[in-house]
């Protein structure tokens, strides 16, 4: 679970100005995934492969946040992520429990979008780029 790994560090250490360069990481990741479970179900449609590894990308960015957003409720019993207990403190202490839960709910909304065949490298950008700490400017 190497990808796992290097991707809860990229969140935990996420800044606005990796993100592009960070989404075409995610993205080539996926279809390193991708090409491998190709190999393991010849039959099945490239594409369908091709959304399922994007979606466990995407599955495990939730998973650190849903462990970020426990660690600010409950403390640290039960996380996901139990071995990369730093970077989740890490993602904690950037992200209130509310704020991981919008987080959250902002991830399971590109999961929809992985569905409806969005372009994937959009996807990702906007994953990383709603996971950075940053003003917004209010008009």
Known sequence: MQVKKQIVNSIADCKLADCVELAESFLSESKKIAAAWTKLEPKTSKTDITRKAHKLLITMII????????????????????????????????FGAEQAAEKVADSFKALHWVDCSVNEKLIFEYLLLNLTVSDKIQV
């Open 63 to 94: 998973s650190a946040l849903r462990d970020a957003m426990k660690l600010n409720v409950t403390g640290s019993d039960g996380f996901i992520n139990f071995d990369q207990k730093g970077e989740i403190e890490a993602i904690a202490g950037c």
